[in-house]
Each structure stands twice: as C-alpha cells, then as structure tokens.
C-alpha cells in the first residue's frame, strides 16, 4: 500500500507538473465614456508554467464618437459664450444625433428653441479626464495611454512625511496607500481618484462617497484652484475631496481618534497635489 | 481507574506542553537567535525536571545501565535540542505559514513516531495505529486548511525545501523519543527525563555561545518567551516519556496529533471574544477536521492493547472484509490522481488575470478521506483476524464511517490555494476585492467507490463479530 501511495503521489505530482490550465488573454478597449469599444478576449488552454504570462489588458481611449461628441459640444458651447446662438443650435443639433443625452445639450437646444439663450456649460471641456483624443489603435507595449495612466497624477510617488504603497488601479479608478514615514498625527493616508463620465457625475459621486460619509467638522477649502471640502465622520477618519472636470479626488486619512486635528496635515497634503 | 486518570492527566499536559511549545517558539524566534532559544528553553526544562528530584540521577549514573544511559542521552539531544533546532531553523515570519508549521511540526512528527513505533520497537503496536495516525493527519489537514479562506495552508507549495528540512526534523524527533521511550521502560520518567533533557542542555549551551553576543545585547524581555518555552518543554518531555514509559511511544505521540484541534479551539474562543476581529474560520471544514483529528488520535490511542489469538476473527465474512479493503485501498490510492476540484484564480490589479483549472484528489481534504477510510478498513480486519483486542478494530471501523461522513463536508476544502505559476501580485491579494480564488467540488466515481468500499469493509467486519466468528470458538463448543 505504502508502494502504491507512493507511486500515485509521484504520478500525481508528475501529473501536476504538465498540468493545463484555461487562462484569458486579450485586450478590452474602452471608452471613457464606459462603452466597450473592442474585446478581442479569448480563452485558451496552456501549460500551468506559461499560465502567468497571458492576461487582459484593458485599455481606456475616447473613441471617435466621443472625441468628436467633445469637439462639437466644445463649439456649441463656445457659440453660446459668444452669443452665436444659430451656430450653437447647429452644433447641439449634431451633439443631440449622436448622443441624445449628452452634457446639457438637450436642455440648451430645447431653450434656444424657445428664443431663449441659455449660459454656456463650464464644466464639462473636452480634456478633461481623459487620456488621448487619437482614434482608437492598438495597444502598443509600454504605452500609457489608459485612464489610469491619467489618475496616476493624483497619486504621485512622493508626499512629504509619507512613504508610498503600491498604487490600485483598474480601468476608472486609481487608489494608493501611504504609510508616515515618522512622527505624524496621522495613522495612514488613502489617496483615490476615480474617472466619471462628465463632471457633473465627479460632482455627484463626491455628495454620495465624500460628503455623505464625513459629515462632522466641515470646511469648504480652496485647494491649487480647486473648490474642495473637508470632512470628518467624527472618530477616525478624516477626508478632502474635490473634483477636477470629471475626476473625483479624495484623500484620507486616519488617526486613533479627534480627525478634526487632521485637517492641516489634510490640506498639506492635498496641497502637494496638481 | 486511576491508571486511567493519571494517563489522561499525562494526554492533556502533553497536549498543552506541545502546543505551548508550538506558540512560545513562534514567540522567542523573533527575539533571540535559534541556537539560544533552544538552549535556553532547553537548560530551563533540565533546571525545572532536576529540581523536582532530578539532580539524585547524577549521583547514580554509574549504577544506570550503559544502554539505556546512551540512549536517555542520545534520544533526549535528538528530541529536545536537534529537532527542534533544525525545525526552527526553517521558520521565518510566515514562511512556510503558521498552518504549514503546525502540520509539518506536530501532526508529522507524531505520525512519524506511530510509524517508528510500528517498524522498529520490539513490541509491535497494533496496524490500527498508523492507519488511525494517517487519518489523524487527513483531518488535521482538513482542518488546518479551513483556518481561514483562501487558506494558506499549501503543503510544499511555497517552500518546499524548508518543510522537507521539517520533515527531517520529525525523523530526528521520532528517533530520540522513541530512544527515551526505551530508556523511561528501564529508568523510569524521571530519570530518563533528566538524562534527555540534560544532554539537550548541554549540548544547547555550547551551541548557543557563538549567539551568546547577541542575545546578551537583547533586553530581559527577549529572555522571557525562551524561558516559558523551556517550561512548556519540561511539561511536554515529563508528561510524554511518563505515557510513553506506561502506554507505548505510540500511544504517547496522540498528544501531538491533538494538538491542531486544541489549538483551534483556543483560537475559536480568543476570536469569538472579537478581540481580533472578524472570525476567518470557515467552521465547517474546522469541525469535521477537528472531529476525524480526534478520531484518528483515538484509534491510535487504543490501538496499544494486547492480542489475544483466541479473540480471533475467522470466517468468510472476515475474508471479504480484508479483500474489500484491499480493492478500496487501490482505488483510494487511484483516486489521489483524479480529479476533485475545479479551482479559479482571478486577479484584477494592472491587468486581468483569469486561470481555471482542475486539482486532483491529494490537492483536497476530502481527497485524503477514502484512504485513511481504506487504511483503517484494512488494519481494522487484519488485526481482528489476528485477534486484537475488540475495542481497537471496532473503534477503527467507526473511524472508517466517520470518514466517509466527512468526506462531503470536506469535498471543497483545498490543500493547495498557493501555485508557484500564479502571478504573485494576484496571490497575495486573494480575499480583497482585487482577486478571488474559488473552488467547486468533482463527484469522483473511483474516490466515492473506495470510500463505499472500506464502508464495506467495516460492514463487513461488524458482521462477522455479531455472528459470532471467533476462532477459538469452534473448539469451545466442540467441547462441550
């Protein structure tokens, strides 16, 4: 019995050894948008050996609809600004054929309609957010032209009194961890940064994932420009966060208790981003 | 009775000693160098058992029988200083896992010493004790397993070379208990104590002097861990040799089976106070482990009764139920080839990384299952064939029932979540929302066949007892 075990924990191992394993590979493009614009992701069956070696790399552009939806809101808002409101009507009218529910688009071309001329929307441009306005074309090795190529501003490798973690990402959100690199009033420090479609949409996932949980000791910030807001939930943790176009920025951080001493380090913080 | 007592009494101070030793060596190692901690703790046992009537063995040593001195000596440096320094040696800060380290350091090492029990003491203790020890093992696998999910208790997975070193370690912890075993039949527990423990010390004294330097720089409280570990030690070495020297090595060597379920259940109530949290133990898999653990350390704890040939089972149904157990046997030994779990690793931290794959039977708890069911099925009838005491291959076939009951419990409880061809990035972040590691359980024909087999088996067995197939029996109705 001892001679068969043996001999089938052997052939087994031996068995592990060549054993095959189904692994995915490809790329999935995206849009910032959030459409998928290309999955040529496959699954196909390998030695266990090779395994580490395929994966699916996801890829974020603005696709040529979006590129062109950007530009032609872009002139249809620069039309109202200059109170061209017959050119602004044609521009929203194309943005509206493309995408019926695109910006304001709908709203401005209803009240320009109606004889009235409506205020240019500032806050959405066409940069903004995203990573290349280039057709789509294949992935190139080492190119950085994914979303999270973009995030990584909001997550530099160096902050004053922090060391850095590895940084988090997927293909809309960017998170990295710092550890004080010496005496801090602070425990730990959490940088994310998460791409919208529009920055109305930063400005409404910053109420529900920033303000609606760091409720206590509120302040409204004035951070590089940015209009930003600081809170606390009043026992550990403390957070800013502001929105960039169609980024949401928030930072936190945590201490053994009173986070409202947190606040100057926050805004230093905050402060050492762009 | 009070024998009966006093063993138990000695089964639970060994138990406590051995995991105690476990925990307080995990304690010292960060906070002296290896030779120390095993000098120290070693040379704190000798003070400790000397003291307690000891030192009258010094002055008496040249009335002890030169053998049975050599081998206190040997046996004693061999278990108490060698092991356990070749073991440490292998520990680092979770590599291999504390799970990993409890397995390869007590479950072996005693399965180890059940095996060198049977092989090479004069006195042969009954098949039933490996058979109950690999089930014994089965289980602790089982449970160590279930500590957490993903479990990271992946036997030869991530540092293959350190827990063979173990391994070799238990082959050297087997030799020299086994050694005081012989020695404690001739001088008694306490003698025998000193002796080992005695040759442990010095021998971890001079080992201990080219650390000596750093250690002295330490502060007392880097002391104090090592000090405890050398009480734990004295605890486990008096309780061991005591049983060892009364029931046999075999017998003994259930208090580091026992261990695993013991130690689970100290941290079930250290969790279940929330002093650390979440409870990460999947309960099931702890359970049933835990229970074929017990089990199993039950089978070898009886299995140390005499034979008696006219309590010999004969007959066809005794026939059937060998032959049974051998087939289930082949088919278990099968079965450790085919498959049991299909697994997935998924990770999601710069790219995707997906792989599905197949493990086979010796990659799962329950995959071990069919053949300690098997082994017991086969010890169970040959020692009833050979007229062991009833208890011990009726205590085995139960055994054998249990296992098939478990086998269900434990068909999606993994031995192997670690591959070494899985990106690190993705394994280290198993359990978060950035990778996941999943298995579902394979209905097995051949693993399920062997396991109905050695049901069988012991059916078979119970059978033959209840018709009153004793060899001797013929003959005394013959005389009547």
Redesign the interface.
Known sequence: ?TL??A???A??SA??CQ??????SGTITMCTAGEVVSDDVKTITVP?????A?????VTVTCDKHTQLQALYAESQAALATGDTKLAEAKLAQVLALDPAYGKAKAQAAAIAKGGKPAPDTSLTPSTGTTTTAPVAPPKPGETTTT?GALGKWTPDSITGFVAGRP???ALSVSREYIPSGSSPAQGLVIVAEQFRTAADAKSGMEHEVKQSYTKNVATLKINGHDAYFGTDGKRFAAIGFTDGAVMVALELTSPSSPQNLRSLAEQVAKQLP | VNARLATAAALVAAVLGAMASFVLTTVAMDSLPDAVVVGVSALVAFVLVASGGGWRVLGTLRAIERRALVLGLIGGAFAFWGAPLLALSQRATSAPSGADTLFFTTTIWGVLVVLGAYFFVGKRTALTGIAGAVCSAAGAAGLLASWEYPSSFSPFAKFPVREALMLVAGLIFAAGVLALAEAAARLGTRVTATLGLGAAAALGLIASLPGLSVAASAGRSAWRPSVYLGIAVAIFAVSWIWMAARAGASAASASLLLVPPVMTALAVYEQSTAAYGVNPFEMRGVLTGSAIVMIGAGVVLVSAADRDDSRALRGRAVAISVWVAVVACALAVVSLGTPSLNALSEGHITESFRAAWTMLGFESAAGWMPLAAALLALAGSLEARRGQAARTWIVASLAVFACALAMPLLASTTLHTWNDWIPAAVQQTYGTEYARFSVSAIVDPVRVGAIALAVVSAGALGVAAACGANAGRPKEEGSR
């Open positions: 019995v068969m075990m001999l089938a924990v052939g087994a068995t592990g054993r095959k394993v189904q692994v995915k266990a050996n090779k395994a580490a395929y994966s699916v790399r996801t999270v988090l990402s997927d």
